[in-house]
């Protein structure tokens, strides 16, 4: 601890010498002049060179300090060594755009915000401390001891990078080797996406391995002590690691799956992601995204729509007036549901009578969707088009009917006897 | 919000660390003011001591360890009389040195202090990477001209940098497999002979020691110096490249690429004798404890062995403010006080004062004795030392002669006629 805080106390020696001052403070200064530039000037200037004077107002500023410590006889490397960064960070901004033509832009963002900034920031950070000091020499500054090993800075830093290198650049060459795969084998999207993780899991073992054997970690310790850590898991973190296995259970067994429909509290949800604790699902009726632990698919009942095809079986009821023959009701409706987009024709759709009502006759029409998501606009989609054949062909949707008698004497009860309608009409449930 | 509160803070933070580096410079300016003259107690600040690392030396980590070793012990004297100076030890390989210093130096974060080789200190010099020390006429009396000659450029006059010490070349073996140290090539071949296993190394500083002891030391002079050889000389380079091919027939002789694996295969038990320089002895004796022996390299038929003692020199940076260029000269004169010398040379073992007022204890220790024997050996090869140096061209192209020699690939005759046109050519 003491060593590395020596190495960093030491740095700041450079301080003594006023040629260092001049050209830190310069970069400062014109930093901060940029900033007030842009603040009071920036509104002013036309819309379409906003972008650029944002960028490049400051690197021309401190430009401009370099040229003149230069004119001078001034050192002023440090001040182009700063001026190179400043530009490197302008020509990242100016790769957004570009970027955003060949990716989508949740990929765009994951490459910017998890690789790209970061490395150019660390190894901007490289950089300027081998500009101070040595890398060789910071490496080798020791932090402590594990498992018998002197961890130096070096050690520590690199195995953190390559881990997270690992994590957050695997996903690229997992995603096309699950692609390569998926042509080679003709396997579904379902699987495809469930190789890619298992492919992204291999390799970011393989990584942690690679690290502990580049940290000079003995194997058989690691073993030792995994077997030790493994009680202790038992009870300790036992959800965690619960959770873990089942995402690896259920990924091999190929029930949730990215892609797959299950049905939660009633609503039909796509898998999205299988994760490491937890399942994401999103919900269409809502657009709202749901975080199952992975053990509740191991406990809990589910239902799916997409185990062994992506069909979805929906269905409609109507109540019709009970003068009309059902046998040219059954016809119409399986005929106006063929017609309806998003209805596949085979399996062909299949209307039935189901019962008869006090003042309707009740009809199910029952048809087959491709997926299960749609189910309730395809349904709204039937319906519709239901009632536009219905009052084409003169069909009637009954109001409901009831009969009330008032108990009267018998004369007037005759004479009264007219009937009187109640209640409201009523249309097909979706089911 | 997180992007407003950045723009809010970003100025802010500008600001700060502005106002923080005016008052670092102050303090740093109020403390080269308070200082003044020539008061050595006050002398204080951060002084950066860049360390030039042979390119041969693989394990950096190793030198790391050790130099802090020898150093701080140093740093230690030093700070017990300018208790307010800190060093930061940087190490560059000498390769890369004179590139790492001049990128530095063009942004005021050169070092103050180099120490390096003589070879290296001449190149920064003549660079204008450095700047030439003060040698008071006490200091300068107290300096073999010899060394200090080797340690100046001559035109304009002046020093590259103050030598502080000599290395040695030396011969170091495990005496607990040797009965007899081999003190000619004769028994040295004889000993392999007998079944202990001899490393030699295939780089040009670390086997031209044999080159003095076939008599071909003169002709190699002639040849680096890029002077025509007579036929004797001519005659005594094949002499000496007959030698190292015969050595290399030998069953029990080894010949190895770098110093590094040299000292590993002898710190394993694969070698019981090898050439060594005398800063490697730390290293081995804690290998190899009290097996560890060691002796001047052994003389020939054709005189002495010339082993290539080379000179360790504090050079001054250009970078520095006034206080840190007044601290930098204290300490270098400061290395070439008698008393330090001496601890040095007593303590560490591994290297010779080049303050000639300094008596080395020959007699109470076998090291110095065999290392002051090298010293004497070594004279005849001094202006090998300054000429050449390992990154130079004409160094690698000699070795892959060699290389090619004791590998059979070509004859000694062929070979000798090669080494003296390379040797004569472009560095």
Known sequence: ?431 | MPMNWLRFCIPKAEALAAALLLLSGCQARQAVDLRGGNAQEDLEGVLYLYVGVHDNAFDLSGYRRNFNQTFRALEQQFRQVNPRTHFVVQLHRESSLLKEVAQRNASGLGPDLLLVSNRTALQLARAGLTRPPQLTPDLRREIDPAILSRASLHNPPRLAGLPVAQKAQLACFNSSRLQQVPTTLQELLAISANGNAVGLALDPHGMFWSAGALGANEALQQAIFRRPLTRDQHQAMVRWTRWLQDAATQQKVFFYGNQDLLLEALSSGQLDWISCHSTDLQQLQRRLGSKLGVAPLPDGPGGQASPISELTVLALGVNSSAGQRQAAEAFAHFALNPLVQRNITVNLREVLPVNRFVTVPAESSMVLKAMLRAQEQSRQAGSIAAAIHLNERRMQQTQGLITRLVFGESTPEITAQRLIRTLQGQP
């Not at chain 1, 190929?254 to 429909?261: A, L």
Request: with cysteine; aromatic share 8%.
């Open chain 1, 1 to 431: 601890m003491n060593a590395w805080l020596s190495e960093l106390v030491g740095w700041l020696g450079y301080l003594q010498r006023p040629a260092v001052v001049v050209q830190v403070l310069g970069v400062i200064g014109m930093t901060l002049i940029g900033q007030l530039l842009q603040r009071r000037w920036l509104s002013r200037c036309p819309q379409r060179l906003q972008s650029s004077v944002k960028l490049w107002l400051t690197p021309l500023l401190i430009a401009l300090w370099a040229g003149l410590l230069s004119a001078t006889g001034q050192l002023q490397g440090l001040v182009l060594f700063l001026l190179w960064w400043r530009c490197g960070w302008s020509v990242l901004v100016l790769l957004h755009p570009l970027l955003g033509r060949v990716l989508d832009p949740e990929q765009r963002y994951d490459l910017e915000t998890r690789l790209l900034r970061p490395v150019f920031l660390i190894a901007g950070a490289v950089a300027l401390i081998n500009q101070l000091d040595t890398i060789n020499d910071v490496a080798a500054i020791p932090i402590g001891e594990a498992f018998n090993i002197e961890i130096t800075l070096g050690k520590l830093f690199i195995s953190l990078a390559i881990s997270y290198l690992v994590i957050v650049g695997s996903g690229l060459p997992a995603g096309l080797m699950a692609r390569s795969l998926q042509r080679l084998l003709g396997i579904n999207d379902s699987s495809r996406k469930a190789m890619e993780l298992i492919l992204r899991y291999a390799v970011v073992s393989l990584g942690v391995v690679a690290v502990a054997l580049h940290m000079g970690i003995n194997p058989t310790a690691v073993i030792a002590i995994a077997g030790g850590l493994s009680v202790g898991l038992g009870f300790g973190i036992k959800e965690i690691f619960s959770n873990f296995i089942s995402g690896l259970w259920l990924l091999f067994e190929g029930s949730v799956r990215p892609g797959e429909v299950l049905m939660i509290d009633g609503d039909p949800c796509e898998v999205r992601r299988l994760g490491l604790r937890a399942t994401v699902l999103w919900r269409d009726r809502d657009n709202a995204e749901l975080l199952i632990p992975n053990q509740s698919f191991f406990t809990q009942d589910a239902t799916t729509y997409t185990g062994s095809d992506r069909l979805r079986r929906s269905q409609v009821t109507i109540a019709v007036a009970l003068q009309h023959d059902p046998a040219m009701v059954i016809q119409l409706l399986e005929q106006t549901a063929v017609t309806v987009p998003g209805v596949l024709a085979t399996p062909p759709p299949r209307a039935l009578l189901i019962s008869y009502g006090d003042w309707a006759v009740n009809y199910a029409l029952r048809f087959w969707i491709s997926n299960p998501m749609n189910n309730i606009s395809s349904c709204s989609a039937v319906n519709q088009a239901i009632w536009t054949a219905f009052k084409t062909h003169d069909i009637e949707i009954p109001y409901p009917q009831q009969v009330a008698y008032l108990a009267r004497s018998s004369a007037a009860a005759a004479t009264d006897r007219q009937p009187r309608r109640l209640g409201e009409g009523e249309t097909g449930q979706p089911g």
